[in-house]
């Protein structure tokens, strides 16, 4: 098992998601995308079920969130049990570049920190558009270079952070496959990555009880699982931030309407 393989499998298991940007980038992707009560949205890569009932609580819409690995999938439905939505919000298994679900269904599809992973971007991109209906949305919340070229030392960091042979996107790499998917109007709002709200996104992104729950989690997997004491060691020993990182990456939020 890589490391990419490692970390989304325990990240499951602990039940702990972040997309960079955090609440505040969701909630921007929501407007753009023209949220509200009415709107069927589609979160692909929903992890831990977060914004999914993020979106149903202060919206007031229906979403279906999918996730590649069946923990994610559990973790999400237990969240939104606890949560009271439950009638607003359902989750499947399944894979951004072959999503099981009709053409034209959804008014709104969107993605935060997913479509970097897939190995053949295109391809999940246009399954987005199929699903999502004419005159709907598709909006990304994505890691991008906001400066290139970065510094070797950037696009290694880059490289193990975010998984093996995985390369963030400049603005006009995401723009251009936005537009071979067949998406019109293309909108794009690149920032810089922000260290100190980074640190700070989770406790806001789940609230003290939730993270206190992940943390009990996480410690029952570390010293009850040797293989997740080797991860953590291995990514302690390469997880320095280089310098610069914040002159020369961060995300954008790219829409496009079908």
């Given at each position: 098992?890589?490391?990419?393989?490692?970390?989304?499998?325990?990240?499951?298991?602990?039940?702990?998601?972040?997309?960079?940007?955090?609440?505040?980038a969701t909630q921007k992707l929501a407007e753009l995308c023209h949220i509200g009560k009415d709107t069927y949205v589609l979160d692909v890569g929903c992890g831990a079920g977060i914004t999914p009932c993020l979106l149903a609580k202060q919206y007031g819409c229906r979403v279906m969130g999918v996730d590649i690995r069946e923990g994610m999938v559990e973790r999400s439905r237990q969240w939104a049990k606890k949560a009271g939505l439950s009638h607003m919000v359902d989750f499947k298994v399944a894979d951004a570049q072959e999503l099981p679900f009709a053409?034209?269904?959804?008014?709104?599809?969107m993605t935060e920190s997913v479509t970097v992973f897939p190995p053949d971007k295109q391809k999940a991109v246009n399954e987005y558009t199929r699903v999502v209906k004419p005159g709907g949305f598709v909006g990304l919340n994505e890691?991008?270079?906001?400066?290139?070229?970065?510094?070797?030392?950037?696009?290694?960091?880059?490289?193990?952070?975010?998984g093996a042979n995985v390369y963030p996107l400049t603005?006009?790499?995401?723009?251009?496959?936005?537009?071979?998917?067949?998406?019109?109007?293309?909108s794009v709002k690149t920032y810089r990555i922000n260290l100190?709200?980074?640190?700070?996104?989770?406790?806001?992104?789940?609230?003290w009880g939730g993270m206190l729950s992940v943390m009990g989690r996480m410690l029952k997997l570390y010293y009850g699982n040797p293989a997740y004491r080797k991860f953590v060691k291995e990514i302690r020993q390469e997880g320095v931030i280089p310098a610069h990182l914040e002159e020369y990456f961060g995300y954008g939020i790219y829409i496009g309407n079908k």
């Open positions: 098992m890589d490391q990419r393989e490692s970390f989304f499998d325990f990240a499951a298991q602990v039940g702990l998601t972040k997309h960079i940007g955090g609440v505040k053409n034209d269904l959804f008014d709104v599809v890691s991008t270079w906001i400066n290139y070229p970065p510094p070797p030392e950037l696009i290694e960091w880059a490289a193990k952070d975010l603005e006009n790499d995401w723009k251009e496959v936005l537009k071979k998917a067949g998406l019109r109007e293309v100190q709200e980074e640190s700070g996104g989770l406790l806001k992104r789940y609230g």
